[in-house]
């Protein structure tokens, strides 16, 4: 028996051990009544207040995030030791609080350590519950072994998230949607196409056909193409090594098409580059990109740059570089307004699933 239920058995019985026999019913409805009463005009002091914090890895993101949520950002302090060592401090008090912690977990590794680092003090500072708000959850891509002595890291992080104390994920577009069964806490899992289908529907793009640039890809383009009336092509990729891409066949007709190049992640840009020459090659029209998380290192501005694509429109589940910035070809669309309402929603212990219905199908 919880601690807080003993003075309430205690009343029950004095006051039915007190009451006439032929009273004794009505007594325990008259307590029953008191007590209901007595836990609804609490329910405010009951109910966890919900704290919002953010790491350092994509704070534009957190503080809009907060606007659309109408809440204030929580005060955290970090510090930075010389050799590189991260040390964080809750500034107000979240014992019995609802916590919520927006972090990307995209490279240096400090991103996820801070995130881990997090989670553990709002544990140890007896936050009731802990949510990791992770846009962009790094190391999904290496998802299973696919070769000998090689590690599945999509795992490994799911396992340190859930060891250091976090209740419940919320991300975006895994990489492979089959990650949320590494986790064994709920994860809330949101698809950018809730903001990126209505975006391309307002535009009224005629002939438009959307492309997966590989075979892993063909969920997510499938549900676009259906949000979009659109037809769908696959590209058939082979690669040979680590980000080094190359076409090897078109399955569909691009020719005279205005073509959707959709995918969950741009790195280097190779795939996209060799795609966008396979297709402009096809016949096809004007080339339109869609990703969510636009990782763009190394190359990948230069072959956007270079490659005959329109636009690329991202979300910002990661902080653009400062080249990206710049590109012309780079548009950012915000998937802020989705997760406040994640939050809202994980909070108010709401259902989620009408925020990613747009991907079913």
């Known amino acids: 028996m919880k601690y807080q239920e003993k003075p309430l058995c205690i009343i029950l019985v004095i006051w039915l051990y007190c009451s006439p026999k032929n009273c004794i019913g009505c007594r325990f409805q008259g307590f029953l009544a008191l007590h209901k009463q007595d836990i609804h005009s609490n329910q405010g002091f009951l109910m966890p207040e919900l704290k919002v914090f953010a790491g350092r890895s ?17 005060q955290v302090e970090f510090k930075t030791f ?33 995130l881990l680092i997090m ?19 790094g190391y999904a891509r290496q998802d299973r072994k696919d070769q000998p002595r090689v590690s599945i890291t999509a795992k490994l992080v799911a396992n340190l998230l859930t060891k250091a104390g976090a209740d419940r994920i919320i991300t975006m577009d895994l990489h492979a949607p089959q990650i949320q069964g590494f986790f064994d806490i709920p994860v809330d899992h949101l698809y950018s196409s809730a903001v ?61 098409r205005n ?25 096809a029209k004007d080339v339109y990109g869609a ?8 190359p990948a501005i230069e072959r956007l740059e270079k490659s005959e694509m329109k636009t690329v429109f991202v979300t910002d589940s990661i902080k653009l570089n400062q080249a990206s910035t710049q590109c012309e070809k780079v548009k950012v669309l915000s998937v802020a307004q989705l997760f406040a309402e994640a939050i809202r929603r994980a909070y108010e212990h709401k259902s989620i699933s009408s925020l990613f219905d747009v991907d079913k199908g």
């Open 58 to 74: 994509n704070s534009s993101l957190a503080e809009k995030i907060v606007h659309f949520a109408e809440l204030p950002l929580g």
């Open 82 to 114: 010389s050799d590189g060592e991260i040390w964080m401090k809750y500034i107000a008090n979240i014992r019995g609080d609802d916590v919520f912690i927006i972090q990307t977990t995209n490279p240096p590794a400090e991103n996820l350590m801070e």
């Open 119 to 137: 989670i553990d003090a709002a544990k140890r500072a007896s936050a009731r519950r802990v949510t990791a708000v992770i846009p962009y959850f």
């Open 196 to 256: 990126i289908v209505p975006f391309f529907l307002e535009q009224k793009i005629p002939d438009l056909t959307v492309v997966s640039p590989d075979v892993g890809g063909i969920k997510m383009a499938r549900a676009y193409a259906k949000r979009l009336s659109a037809d769908l092509v696959v590209i058939d990729k082979r690669r040979t090594v680590q980000n080094v891409a190359e076409v090897m066949n078109i399955i569909g007709n691009v020719k005279d």
């Open 259 to 283: 073509i959707l190049l959709v995918d969950d992640i741009i790195d280097t840009a190779g795939t996209f580059y060799n795609a966008i020459e396979a297709l402009k090659k096809a016949g």
């Open 291 to 298: 990703c969510t998380h636009p990782i763009l290192s190394g």
